[in-house]
């Protein structure tokens, strides 16, 4: 696909997203915001691969549904409007957020349109996955190792300040009981 | 990649399946689908991750192109390739049909019949027999083999994987989602980290066959 082609099939998938995203705002259940979430960065990814980008428009699709699968459990379980008897919206300070949305989209509009784009020069690389992988292999190393060790403290941090038991409620004061009291037994023989 | 997006796609399916009759014993089997993606999720991108670093390259075509020659990665690793099979998972059958087992009056697929349920069906066989293919082409060398052309040694290492997963499968017995959570993170996870590193030694010392 190209040319005006591509652009108008751009231009769909752009708006797709754009009016999916309205959608979550609209929509009463959670699973129906959730999935329309979901259609927004589902429409996101698609016009990554049409800009051949087939690694990063993948990425979008597979993190973004699994995303979107584990987070419609939460949103049901903690923001449920069960059957209309808690009506919710998912929209505060309406007033203070249209003129934020406004004044933003106006700015970058007009930076859009006003600014002087450089002409391109050189050519796309015939494998833009190798690219990625160059830029974040590469040069940001230790920038990309640092940023995943921070995501995994962050992780367990949170979890173990969630969990409402610790090692002491499984396996006693002492540390010594032989088998961990859980409420649920797991799938090996401990 | 692609199988890995699409894949994830089944997650939104399977639990949209579940939650759009209303009703409970369909919804109890959309949960229990995502739990069993959690527990295989993670040990599934290792073992596609593994072969990747075995071929260099996230290329079906070269992933096949480095095997010719009777370098299998089955031979160098049959972790990945065990846990890829697990696949069975995504499509609720075998040991992994919690999701839409008969307890709950046929979970996920309770409430679902005419076309809708065939397509479901469909679907469902339809994603084990791309599974067994892509182990065939990622483990098995693809068309790789002699005398025979190259299709039909593909067709037939496809064929003979789903009759080992139909025959394992129907063989093991039913799992339930919260064992093999247990299981997937505490046991088979470490295994495919391990057996992905065992492989990014072989290739940085070359020697991969």
């Known amino acids: 696909m190209t040319g005006p082609v591509l652009l108008v099939v751009l231009g769909a998938l752009g708006a797709l997203a754009v009016c999916a995203g309205v959608l979550v705002f609209v929509v009463d259940s959670m699973a129906r915001a959730t999935f329309s979430l979901l259609a927004s960065f589902l429409a996101v990814g698609a016009s990554l691969l049409l800009l051949d980008l087939p690694y990063l428009g993948l990425l979008v699709v597979l993190m973004m549904t699994v995303e979107m699968a584990i987070m419609v459990v939460f949103m049901v379980m903690l923001m449920m409007n069960p059957g209309g008897l808690m009506p919710m919206s998912m929209v505060h300070n309406t007033r203070g957020a249209v003129a934020a949305g406004v004044v933003v989209l106006a700015a970058l509009s007009a930076g859009i349109w006003t600014v002087d784009w450089p002409e391109r020069s050189g050519a796309a690389p015939p494998d833009t996955t190798v690219q990625v992988g160059e830029a974040v292999m590469g040069p940001h190393m230790l920038v990309m190792i640092v940023v995943g060790v921070v995501l995994l403290a962050t992780m367990i941090a949170g979890l173990a300040l969630a969990t409402p038991r610790g090692r002491y409620d499984r396996l006693g004061p002492d540390l010594d009981r032989p088998r961990p009291d859980d409420p649920v037994d797991g799938g090996l023989p401990r | 990649m692609w199988f890995n997006a699409a894949e994830a796609l089944l997650w939104a399916a399977m639990w949209m399946l579940g939650w759009a009759p209303n009703s409970p014993y369909a919804l109890v089997g959309a949960y229990r689908f995502l739990a069993q993606g959690l527990a295989y999720e993670l040990p599934l991108m290792f073992a596609l991750t593994t072969v990747g670093v075995g071929a260099g390259s996230l290329r079906s075509t070269d992933v096949v192109a ?112 919260d064992r093999v959570a247990d299981v997937a993170w505490t046991v088979v996870l470490p295994l495919t980290i391990v057996q992905a590193a065992v492989v990014a030694v072989l290739v940085l010392t070359g020697g991969m066959p």
């Open chain 2, 66 to 177: 480095a095997q010719t020659g009777g370098g299998w990665f089955v031979l160098t690793m049959p972790v990945a390739f065990v846990v890829l099979l697990a696949a069975a998972a995504f499509t609720a059958w075998g040991p992994f049909a919690a999701p839409a087992g008969t307890d709950l009056a046929g979970g996920v697929l309770a409430e679902s019949s005419g076309v809708g349920r065939l397509l479901v069906q469909t679907g469902r066989c339809a994603f084990l027999g791309v599974t067994c293919a892509a182990a065939a082409a990622w483990f098995l060398g693809g068309g790789d083999g002699p005398l025979l052309p190259a299709p039909v040694w593909f067709a037939v290492k496809t064929l003979a994987v789903v009759a080992l997963v139909v025959l394992v499968g129907r063989r093991l017995p039913l799992l339930r989602p």
